[in-house]
């Protein structure tokens, strides 16, 4: 699609699909009788996961009902905590004409299979469609977290900030603010083929729950995030993922060495695809969701019972600051120097 | 790069003639006594020379440090390496190493884990950082919490999450892990250790296509977590 076709359609849409529109919308459909969250039990805390297959969308009111209907779903099985899957803010690109089938192929295709010229379409219609795809990202997951009174953490979206492409999660509270964002730190596969910037910091949110950390998808290979957000006393992890994004069982490894419970929020994608939305904690699988379709699970976990970390196995803190620590510095220069050679 | 072929014998028994790496059977009990330690290092250095293989020895005490060795074709030792994480039953008997090497041989660069090294992912990144494609893990682990489950949480966490061969070498057996790409079975284990193979082959060209593919040092954020180097350092 030539760019102007593509400034014009998005121009257009931006015209249908309005803040007013969302906020009505969500406002006639998504009422909830929950009484407003004020506090949660650390024995007590409710958490669900939401797994679903993109699809092109007939409209607004379709996208608007399919989040309503996984969001309610988590909600009524009393859930705090409400985690979206990874790239879950690109799913109103299908509202263009003419886009669905470039997402769904982007989403589908492997990245080793994807021509060069759909990965610069598609780089294209971020870019263009970028303050529309913020815009409905923001003010529907902003009302449904205050019209369902939880928490949500909404999936990701690729955001342009200062000229830069960031590959970002947002946390909002029941309160319908945004109150929490996590860049991917590590961008690798599609991301990294965007040209994404990688993140800045590793903060896990405060919330009535506790600290919530975030770790976007591929993210999850990095032992490091999860031992930050530990030391910085998350005991939840929100994951967004898409499909296969690492090997069956690593996410077990990283509850265990943490110690956390994980959120896992799966986008499926593929038609074989092994990931299903689940509850972790270090002590096995505190809920997961049979089937390969969209579904929530939801689990009750109970914070108090995180074993205690493992004080750094025992590990030499001499070797830490003087060998470990400094291999990152070492290895980041002689990158450089690679490149630049 | 040739493709490794590694065979786990008792010293007594000869390789095969393609062998490039041995791993001693059943040494995975720790030498103590300085007497015996010196007989073994004695034994592996002439087994190396002899059948001009590299040889890993078994883990022994040496000047209050818990150890491992490799030994080259030539019957020399190429490096030892000294146990990063002081093992519960010999606390406050040894002293702790303070820095990885990674060893240089006929088939690229090597770590040893010694014993509990291998549950600390710091001591494998920084191995993998300093451009390990192989760990070679010996534990004196009891084989009662030598669980499948312990080995999805050292050997197998450390082949996915720093994309490198992990030979883990315990009283209950031997296993290989890998990235999961690798394995026909995208599982990570290129063998288990119920199968009791004695004898396996390590394609290091593979590797590096996988490598490629998912470049995950190459996307480390070293800005990031060099910032939360107090949160990483404890």
Redesign the interface.
């Known amino acids: 699609m030539p760019q102007f076709a593509l400034d014009c359609s998005a121009f257009l849409v931006s015209f249908s699909v309005t803040p007013k529109k969302i906020v009505r919308y969500l406002e006639k459909h998504g009422q909830s009788s929950r009484p407003p969250l004020k506090f949660a039990a650390p024995e007590n805390v409710r958490t669900a996961a939401v797994q679903m297959a993109p699809r092109p969308y007939r409209g607004l009111e379709d996208y608007l009902s399919e989040m309503l209907y996984f969001t309610k779903s988590a909600a009524d099985t009393g859930a705090h905590l409400i985690v979206f899957p990874q790239y879950t803010g690109l799913l109103p690109l299908s509202l263009m004409p003419g886009c669905g089938k470039l997402l769904l192929d982007v989403l589908q295709t492997p990245l080793?299979d994807l021509p060069a010229s759909t990965l610069e379409r598609f780089s294209n219609l971020v870019r263009t469609a970028q303050g529309f795809l913020y815009e409905i990202h923001l003010y529907t997951f902003s009302t449904l977290a205050l019209l369902q009174k939880a928490y949500i953490c909404a999936g990701s979206i690729f955001v342009w900030e200062d000229q830069q492409l960031y590959h970002r999660s947002l946390l909002f509270s029941p309160d319908g603010e945004a109150i929490h964002t996590q860049d991917q730190?590590?961008?690798?596969g599609l991301a990294?083929a965007l040209g994404v910037t990688?993140?800045?910091?590793?903060q896990p949110a405060d919330t009535l729950l506790g600290k919530v950390g975030i770790v976007i998808g591929?993210d999850a290979?990095?032992?490091?995030l999860f031992?930050?957000l530990q030391?910085?006393s998350a005991q939840i992890i929100a994951m967004p993922l898409c499909a296969d994004t690492?090997?069956?069982?690593?996410d077990?490894?990283r509850a265990?060495?943490s110690p956390a419970y994980l959120i896992e929020s799966p986008l499926l994608t593929t038609k074989y695809h092994r990931l299903r939305a689940q509850i972790l904690s270090p002590m096995g699988v505190s809920a997961a969701c049979e089937q390969p379709e969209g579904a929530v699970c939801a689990s009750r976990i109970d914070l108090c019972k995180l074993p205690l970390p493992?004080a750094?196995?025992?590990?030499?803190?001499?070797?830490?600051?003087?060998?470990?620590?400094p291999?990152?510095?070492?290895?980041?220069q002689q990158?450089q120097k690679e490149q630049a050679g | 790069m040739e493709p490794l072929v590694v065979e786990i014998l008792p010293l007594t028994r000869a390789p095969s003639s393609d062998a490039g790496l041995v791993l001693i059977e059943g040494a995975t009990s720790l030498i103590a006594d300085p007497e015996a330690v010196r007989r073994h290092l004695l034994t592996c250095a002439s087994y190396a020379k002899k059948y001009t293989v590299c040889l890993l020895s078994g883990l022994f005490l040496l000047e209050d440090a818990l150890c491992l060795c490799l030994f080259g074709p030539d019957g020399l030792p190429i490096d030892r390496q000294v146990a990063?994480?002081?093992?519960?039953p010999l606390?406050g008997r040894t002293q702790?190493?303070?820095?990885?090497t990674i060893l240089d041989t006929p088939f690229g660069r090597v770590f040893l884990c010694v014993d509990?090294?291998i549950?600390?992912?710091?001591?494998l990144?920084?191995a993998a950082?300093?451009g390990a494609g192989l760990v070679l893990s010996v534990r004196m682990i009891d084989v009662a919490e030598d669980t499948v489950e312990e080995l999805?949480?050292t050997a197998?966490?450390t082949a996915?999450?720093q994309n490198l061969y992990v030979i883990s070498h315990s009283a209950a057996g031997c296993s290989v892990c890998c990235p999961?790409p690798l394995t026909r079975a995208?599982?990570?284990f290129l063998v288990r250790r119920e199968t009791n193979i004695g004898r396996f082959i390590l394609n290091f060209d593979r590797l590096d296509e996988v490598r490629q593919?998912?470049?995950?040092?190459?996307?480390?954020?070293?800005?990031?977590?060099?910032?939360?180097?107090?949160?990483?350092?404890?």
Request: proline content about 7%; overall charge negative; charged content about 20%.
């Open positions: 080793e730190l590590c961008p690798t990294a990688p993140g800045q910091s590793a591929a290979y990095y032992f490091e031992h930050i030391k910085k690492f090997p069956a069982g690593l077990f490894c265990r060495q493992a750094g196995w025992g590990t030499d803190p001499t070797f830490l600051f003087s060998d470990y620590l291999a990152y510095r070492i290895y980041a990158t | 990063l994480c002081e093992p519960m606390q702790p190493g303070q820095e990885t509990e090294d549950r600390d992912q710091r001591v990144r920084t950082l300093k999805y949480q197998w966490n996915q999450t999961a995208q599982d990570g593919q998912l470049p995950l040092l190459d996307a480390l954020n070293t800005e990031v977590f060099l910032h939360h180097q107090n949160e990483l350092g404890r």
